[in-house]
């Protein structure tokens, strides 16, 4: 049995659940992947609707250093808030979907460490 940190277990109770989700459109189904060794969470929408492929990233989560990275939500869920709900601290939660320019404007994290003074 593998144990979780804080932050996995709140991602992996988070997405775990939508593998399950029902697609109403084509022969569509979702895939949880979890790589708790390199840090990466993601949700991904495959199968085919009549003669086209899908195969599309809805949701792309890592844990870098301390901090939670957002790459991707193409959901209507608001992943970032989520993770805020279970208790992750907004300066925590980098949307690394917005370019960095942008993150201070976001009310969530900028990816970069904090310096303290000595």
């Known amino acids: 049995m593998v ?7 709140i991602i992996v109770d988070l997405l775990e659940p939508m593998q399950f989700d029902k697609i ?3 022969n569509l189904w979702k895939e949880v992947i979890f790589d708790l060794e ?3 969470f993601q949700v991904l929408l495959v199968g085919w609707r009549g003669s086209t492929r899908f195969h599309s990233v809805l949701i ?3 844990i870098r250093e301390d901090f939670i990275w957002l790459e991707e ?12 709900e279970q208790g992750i601290p907004k300066e925590r939660i980098v949307l ?6 942008k993150r ?3 009310g ?3 990816g970069e460490p904090t310096l303290k003074s000595a």
């Open 96 to 101: 690394g979907f917005q370019p960095p320019y």
């Open 104 to 106: 201070p404007y976001t």
């Open 24 to 26: 109403s459109y084509g």
């Open 73 to 84: 939500d193409n959901t209507e869920l608001d992943i970032a808030h989520l993770l805020v």
């Open 38 to 40: 390199r840090q990466h």
């Open 108 to 110: 969530f994290g900028l």
């Open 3 to 9: 144990t979780l940190s804080p932050d996995q277990k």
């Open 60 to 62: 792309h989560i890592a």
